[in-house]
C-alpha cells in the first residue's frame, strides 16, 4: 500500500512524462512518511521495475516506467469500475395516472426539438408517472442534484414555459428519461418519465404495477 502511494504521488508530480528530480526528505514530508521509509520504497519500486532512477548528488532523477505507468492505468479502471456500479441509483414505485398534462407539454415543438437533439430519441408525447415508494423518496433528492441534461425554457404566445432536465435511465430495462421540471405540481413521491415508447403498452402495465427504473447517467 505504501508503495503504490509512493507512486500516485510521483505520477501526480508529473513523473510519468518526464524525468524529475526530488529530495526523499521533500517525498517523505509530502507523504508524512520518515525519509528512511520513502528511500526504501523507492528502491522496491526500482527493484520491481517501477519506477527508474539516477542517483544524483543531493536528490534522485525519478521517471515512472511503462510497466509502473500501466499498473496506474489498471488501478483507475478499476476503480471507475467499482464506483460506478455503487453509484448506480435504483428506485422502485408504483404505475399512477398523472394530471393528463404530460401529452400537451411532449407535444410543444420546442421541447420536442431539444429533446431529440439532446437525448437521442423522439419521445412519445405523453409521461409515464411512478408513486415511489416510503424508502425511495429520498433518493428523488439524488437524482435532482445529478447535472443531467437541460432543456431550455421558452416563452409563447405570452406564456412561458420553464426549464426542465433530463436524467438518462432505464424503465423495466427500456430506454428512456427521468424529467424534472423547474416547477413541478407533483410532490417528492412522484416522478415522471419520458421514454420513445408508449409504456403503458410496451411493457403491458396497468396502474398499480410495480416499475423499476434505474440512474445510467
Known sequence: MKELKVLLVLAEMVCLEKDIAIKTSDLGKKLKMPQQTVSRILLNLIKNDLVKKIKGIRSYVVRITPKGKKLLENLKSDLDNVFKRTGEIGITGKLVDGLRDGKYYMSLIEYRKQFEKKLGFKPYPGTLNIRLNAEDETVKDQIKRIDGIPIQGFVKKD???????????????????????????????????????????????INGDEVFVEVVE
Not at 406564456?159 to 424529467?179: A, D, P, T
Not at 412522484?190 to 402495465?205: A, D, G, N, T, V
Open 159 to 205: 406564456r412561458v414555459y420553464g426549464s426542465l432536465k433530463c436524467v438518462r435511465c432505464r424503465i423495466n430495462q427500456i430506454e428512456g428519461s427521468i424529467i424534472i421540471p423547474e416547477r413541478s405540481h407533483y410532490g417528492s413521491e412522484i416522478i415522471e418519465l419520458i421514454s420513445p415508447f408508449e409504456l403503458r403498452k410496451k411493457l403491458k402495465l
